[in-house]
């Protein structure tokens, strides 16, 4: 049965007007609830009133995913405003999070209520739906939001102003201070053809994390230091990434937002557990070098490193020369295989690309390079910096910097007491 006739059916049980059911119905369904759930819930909208169809209160901490709807008492901690689009036609919602004693939960608002975080309201017969795993409230318009007088107490922070090192995928309506590090214009396909966006990195005192704009504000440049209010966080590449909307509010501060030079050092098995890091520097011994180091060919198309002139995507082609290195780095903890650039790989071995292909010409032989670079840094100490993504091709630490650890007892435990004090 399609949704056209359940509609049909349910507004002729309910004595309802059909288009008004099914448009209802529809709404429903966007934000994914099951279907006969949806069905009850506009059962109980258009049920005639009384009955004590009303749900009973709930503490936050109770609610739970097997509910269908939940009336709750809580304070408002962030309100995000965001446009999404659904067949066809844009909807403004508000998103983000409710308290009270017991605990938070996430919340969209497919309405208006005026909700501010601070704010105390009551929300009756709110709809329960599984998010990620966890329940999440719809404020729909079968949902009562009273606004009270009282201001209830919650063991949380109010409002949504945090660090780049404290945000993770799904926040919303969340406000950084930050200095634009590195931004750039790209036109991309989005939802109404070519759209120019900005893209970049944001940092502050505690981390370095990716952003986008989605409607470019024109105060984000590079070396601005800014107040975002009502950003929201998405994953991208394992790590956060701070989105920005036209709801986004951006301000210039009258301050430099003190940026630290130092990338967080980890451990290699805890930063892999954590499936990555925008910024990171780890340290481990090297080794060994894996294949596909040294000199190697890219397709001039896609990039991709290519295999006896042939492309995967592009067949037969007339490879590029280029360098880098695939280095297997263990700190006792864990391991990555750090991946260093052309850059990076000619301070390593030591001599620059065209030196490289002289060398392998001599000797008849391009793993001349590949050995050369595995016998001088194998068996070292290293410290690398970099973005570290975890993915089914493994854990790989995207190198930006790649130094030998000096092999000083002094160097060695200023860096252990330096990791201790972190
Ligand atoms: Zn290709």
Redesign the pocket.
Known sequence: MDIDDRAEALASDLGADNEEVKADLQNLLEYDVPIDEAVQSLRRKYGGGGGGAAPAARSIGDVTTEDASVTVTARVLTVGKRTIRYQGDDYTIFEGELADESGRISYTAWTDFGLEPGATITAGNAGVREWEGEPELNLGESTDVTFEDETLSVPYEIGGDASLADLDPGDRGVNVEAVVLEVESRTIDGRDGPTDILSGVLADETARLPFTDWNPHPDVAEGASLRLENCYVREFRGVPSVNLSEFTTVTPLDRAVEVSDAAPRRAVGEAVAEGGAFDVELVGNLLDVRDGSGLIQR?P??N?V?QNGQ?R??GE?DGVDDLRVKAILDDGTGTVTAVLDRDLTEEVYGGTLADALEHARDAMDKEVVADDIAERVVGKEYRVRGVLSVDEYGANLDASEFDLVEEDPGERARALLTEVSA
């Open positions: 397709c198309e896609c991709r290519i492309c995507s592009h082609v």
